[in-house]
């Protein structure tokens, strides 16, 4: 099995730099020399595996921000029902503060600073 240890390898790498890593800490986490990380960071195939697990990760972030968005406004809801008039006038500022308006809709993942970043890792020696 000689090819097993490098996808081994380049898996781990991908999975590193997708979640931010720099390229010399993704390189000892998939226990390879930075040059060859570097040269596998210079592969275009390699580029995209590390984007598509980028995107998957992405994706479940936003289902858990989803999630979490759905515990919350039934919180509120029950708190709207709460006996103390103190807790009912505060939930009810909550749903009546203005959220942010803006003229044209911008897509979900725009709100997400991490999906703005370029795609390049962070140089190890700045980053």
Do not use: Q, Y
């Not at 081994?8 to 390229?23: M, P």
């Not at 979490?68 to 909550?94: I, Y």
């Amino acid at each position: 099995m000689a090819g097993s240890g490098r996808r081994n390898a380049d898996d781990v790498l991908a999975l590193e730099l997708a979640a931010g890593k720099t390229i010399r800490d993704a390189a000892l986490a998939a226990r390879i020399a930075e040059r060859t990380a570097t040269r596998r960071w210079a592969d275009p195939e390699f580029r995209r595996l590390v984007s598509r697990h980028r995107g998957e990760m992405v994706g479940r972030a936003v289902g858990e921000l989803a999630d979490g968005v759905t515990d919350a406004a039934k919180t509120l809801r029950e708190l709207l029902a709460c006996k103390s008039l103190a807790v009912r006038l505060g939930a009810d500022r909550e749903c009546a503060r203005p959220r942010r308006k803006s003229k044209r809709p911008e897509p979900l993942i725009s709100h997400f600073p991490i999906c703005s970043v370029a795609t390049a890792p962070r140089n190890s020696a700045r980053g």
